[in-house]
């Protein structure tokens, strides 16, 4: 069984930096897909970055690109998202969802099927 557990969330002030996590466990092969997602009550949730444990490529969304890093830790099956210099509008709740294989280039909620519970990130002004 596939589980994923996200970690890291908590209160920051603007321009402050966190570190989120996501545990993976139940990954047969060592090829998967990680994805980070964030929602604000009331919007849509936002595909902003992910990575693929086969080869390491890489996506960010246009609204952290520069800001967030996403890195993966195979030992461990641990994905890591760094994020820096956190403005007011990244307060949301933190998703990661998984799947097998490679990400698609830009990821979509539809692609995963297994997904962790969200972490909040809350950044005060």
């Known amino acids: 069984e596939v589980q994923l557990q996200a970690s890291g969330g908590g209160l920051v002030q603007v321009g402050g930096s966190l570190r989120l996590s996501c545990a993976a466990s139940g990954f047969i092969f060592d090829d998967y897909c990680i994805g980070w997602f964030r929602q604000v009550p009331g919007k849509e949730r936002e595909a902003i970055s992910s990575?693929?444990?086969?080869?390491?490529?890489?996506f960010y969304a246009d609204s952290v690109r520069g800001r967030f890093t996403i890195s993966s830790n195979n030992a461990k099956n641990t994905v890591n998202l760094q994020i820096n210099s956190l403005l007011p509008e990244d307060t949301a709740v933190y998703y990661c969802a998984g799947d097998l294989g490679v990400c698609p280039l830009v990821i979509y909620e539809e692609y995963f099927n297994y997904w962790g519970q969200g972490t909040l990130v809350t950044v005060s002004s």
């Open positions: 990575i693929s444990s086969r080869d390491g490529t890489t």
